[in-house]
């Protein structure tokens, strides 16, 4: 009963501070920053909606670290950069920004997702949630996604780390001009964002992984077919669209750019294939782990209750057979239910998300394609 009343309590606890907002990522608190000081110069009292604010904050990395480059006299260590890689200085600048916004997209969209299992938790997950085991480890999650201080220091520590790593090890082994002061203040603006949005991503990876070590309460006769695994595999799939779309942009990117020739291109749109199965696996096995868990608990109830009839070994009555019967194939029933939350409709998800890196391939490379159609571009 202490348990139980313990459980409810933390239950009720973690659900209040997450209705409260007490919990905030890193990526919250700097744009709530961020809202506040466009606010300030704007003289608005309204919060900026989040799409402003995220394309304001690409429009401004962008500009700062282009103008960096130019006041620090870089321009020809950067047009140096470009024309290494078969590019012209536009095409420097156009990936510059492009890279820039695509970062800050996907850091703010990853952190959004979160926040997204924040509200999970806090309407369904926790009422479910059926021991202090799983509740701490609920709560370690959220934990770590908001101790902005850890996040933080991460990132300093890898920036710090990379920039003599990659300009003066990296760089002059491909020949790339090291630059000055703006190359590396723009080096870091970019591996601060990047570790920044690693972190998240790891965050939300480890969420995968973990959720098969939850014991959730789901419906009793068939735990596969329960809402809360339904919402569970939709949340986890929207990652796997993510990380889709993400491979999907930058497949066409490189392709347009022509990094990579054709049939390289081929084996690197395979290998990005492989987040996305290893991604899809990792949240079906979990989802897999917490309804086979909850199935043995209705198994070995059902069991129970059979081997306390058995016992009494009162054989010849007519009830206590019926009974034991009627248990049977009720345990029958219950192991016979699926072990996962797949189905058409996740399958479908899945099929699409490898579609996408293999649409934009084709897109990029749509004059190869053609010519091997016979056709003309």
């Known amino acids: 009963m202490s348990t139980d009343t313990t459980l409810i309590e933390k239950r009720e606890e973690l659900k209040r501070r997450l209705a409260a907002g ?9 744009l709530e920053w961020f809202d506040r000081l466009l606010r300030k110069v704007t003289r608005q ?3 900026f909606p989040l799409w402003l604010i995220t394309v304001t904050l690409c429009v401004i990395s962008v500009a700062v670290t282009t103008a960096a480059i130019y006041f620090a006299g870089d321009w020809a260590a950067y047009l140096g950069i ?19 916004f695509l970062g800050i997209i996907i850091l703010i969209v990853i952190n959004q997702y979160i926040k997204r299992f924040f509200i999970l938790w806090k309407d369904i997950i926790l009422d479910r949630t059926e021991s202090l085991a799983s509740l701490r480890k609920i709560e370690g999650w959220i934990a770590k996604c908001c101790n902005w201080r850890l996040h933080l220091l991460v990132a300093i ?30 080096n870091i603006v970019n591996y601060m964002f990047t570790y920044v949005l690693l972190y998240q991503f ?75 199965i290893a991604l899809f696996t990792l ?28 016992a009494v070994e009162n054989f010849e009555d007519k009830e206590t ?35 996408l890196p293999l649409l934009a391939f084709i897109l990029g490379n749509l004059d ?10």
């Open 283 to 310: 949240n079906q096995t979990s989802l897999s782990s917490i309804i086979r868990r909850a199935k043995w608990k209705t198994l070995n109830e059902i069991q129970t209750k059979v081997e306390r009839l058995q």
């Open 202 to 276: 790891y965050m939300a990876v480890f969420l995968s992984a973990n959720l098969r070590n939850y014991d959730l309460k789901l419906f009793v006769a068939d735990p596969g077919s329960s809402e809360l695994m339904s919402r569970l595999s939709s949340e986890l799939g929207f990652f796997v669209y993510l990380v889709a779309i993400y491979t999907a942009i930058f497949s066409f990117w490189i392709s347009r750019l022509g990094i990579f020739a054709s049939s390289l291109g081929i084996v690197v749109m395979l290998v990005w294939w492989a987040p996305i």
């Open 82 to 100: 470009s024309t290494s890689f078969g590019f012209g200085f536009e095409v420097g600048i156009l990936i510059n920004i492009f890279n820039g």
């Open 45 to 47: 009292s309204k919060p």
């Open 22 to 30: 007490e919990y905030k990522t890193l990526v919250d608190i700097f």
């Open 368 to 377: 190869l394609v053609l010519k091997l159609f016979g056709i003309k571009p």
């Open 321 to 355: 057979m019926e009974a034991i019967n009627r248990l049977i194939d009720y345990h029958d029933r219950v192991k016979a239910t699926r072990d996962s939350a797949l189905d058409f409709r996740t399958y479908l998800g899945f099929f699409n998300s490898l579609l």
């Open 157 to 186: 520590v890898l920036t710090i780390l990379s920039i003599p790593s990659v300009s003066f090890l990296v760089y002059p082994v491909l020949g790339l001009p090291i630059g000055g002061y703006g190359l590396i203040f723009t």
